[in-house]
């Protein structure tokens, strides 16, 4: 056995000395209430003596329950075999694209559910996220960049799934990255930040583009990121989202601030023209094969498999504590209780009055 707070250790000296300290006090204490009351010989006639054996009892029991209790927190504990935990190798990036043209109906009936009935691009890509990549990631660390005109880190790095899932469905949405336009290189820019900051250099790396293709930096900006991607080691995957022909944007499906500004109207419209738009596979491709990584289009949530592209979930093993602190700390509680329910005047003022030689009174029985 040994103690995970040892130096709490160190309080037991303490004990002893504060410990008899106080008990003299209550002794004296007591010894002074009698003198008040009269003469100590005639006072002990009518009222129970203050004897030293019981103070010393009693005063043995606390003694016992404060150790206890500082036994109790200075943590003792065992070596228990080994805790099995798993641990997983990866670091997910996902980016996602949430321009205005990610708010094109290309998905209706495709995916269902109170999040995705809108049918959108960007329904597709957060239920491909939730039911296709969270699945597969187990103890791995996934986090979310949402870009536009800028990028913004939807979700750091975690393993906590659960609180990403409620990130996905509520915050991720059209235009909750600031900005107009489609600005690709800000957004991968901000993810190799995120790996700086949050990520083990021996991690496997992966980012997954959900993108419809818009890509506001041109070709040298894909060819930056590419570069980079291949510097780092980081293995690219990149998903195309949406119809490659053509499809309007309802104003339904955008921002409350676009709805707003274009009150009145069923179709996003750039200077009175309804915009069209459609899912551009060149740019996309071109960025995966410049990076090595590997392009996958989407027209059913079935088109995209995620779980072969991660390693299995490693489970390391260590020797692990079996904290034993609350054994202490139940035996400190009885002794405190025996230190209260122990009398302190254990005779009767009976016995008291017979010990003193004063007649018993004939009418108590």
């Known amino acids: 056995m040994h103690f995970l707070n040892e130096v709490v250790l160190w309080a037991l000296t303490l004990v002893p000395p504060c410990g008899a300290a106080l008990v003299w006090l209550a002794w004296r204490r007591k010894q002074q209430l009698q003198s008040y009351y009269g003469e100590e010989k005639l006072v002990a006639r009518y009222s129970k003596p203050a004897r030293k054996e019981t103070y010393q009892f009693k005063a043995l029991w606390a003694f016992l329950a404060l150790a206890a209790f500082i036994v109790a927190l200075a943590r003792p504990s065992f070596e228990h075999g080994r805790t099995e935990f798993p641990s997983g190798s990866a670091d997910v990036m996902a980016i996602v694209d949430v321009s205005r043209s990610m708010a094109a109906q ?37 986090g979310v960049v949402s870009f536009a005109g800028e990028a913004f880190p939807q979700a750091f790095l975690t393993d906590d799934m659960a609180a990403l899932q409620w990130v996905l469905k509520r915050a991720l949405t059209i235009s909750s990255a ?6 690709l290189v800000k957004a991968f820019d901000l993810a190799f930040r995120l790996y ?10 992966i980012i997954v583009l959900f993108s419809d293709g818009g890509n506001d930096d041109g070709p040298d900006g894909v060819a930056l990121v590419a ?11 990149v998903v195309g989202v ?7 944007i309802p104003i339904s499906q955008l921002s409350p601030a676009d709805q707003e500004a274009n009150r009145g109207k069923e179709w996003y419209e750039v ?9 551009d596979e060149n740019s996309l491709r071109y960025l995966a094969n410049t990076a090595g990584g590997r392009y996958s289009r989407v027209d059913n949530p079935s088109d995209f498999q995620f779980g072969s592209l991660i390693s299995s979930v490693e489970v390391t093993y260590k020797k692990g504590e079996q904290e034993v602190f609350v054994y202490p700390l ?18 009767s003022s ?16």
């Not at 570069?227 to 995957?237: F, M, N, P, S, Y």
């Not at 003193?356 to 029985?365: I, Q, T």
């Open 106 to 142: 290309d998905y209706q009936g495709k995916v269902s559910g109170y999040y995705y009935n809108g049918g959108t691009r960007l329904d597709m890509t957060r239920y491909l996220i939730i039911n296709e990549v969270i699945p597969a990631l187990k103890a791995n660390h996934l």
């Open 178 to 183: 600031p900005g107009e336009g489609s600005h």
């Open 196 to 205: 700086d900051a949050d990520s083990n250099p021996g991690r496997k790396k």
């Open 227 to 237: 570069q980079e991607c291949r510097k780092r080691g980081i293995e690219l995957i």
């Open 242 to 248: 949406g119809k490659t022909t053509p499809s309007a």
């Open 271 to 279: 200077d009175g023209e309804v915009q069209r738009t459609a899912l």
């Open 330 to 347: 139940i035996l400190a509680l009885l002794f405190l209780v025996a230190a209260v329910v122990t009398p302190l005047e254990p005779l």
């Open 350 to 365: 009976e016995k008291n009055s017979e010990k003193s030689g004063m007649p018993r009174d004939p009418s108590r029985r």
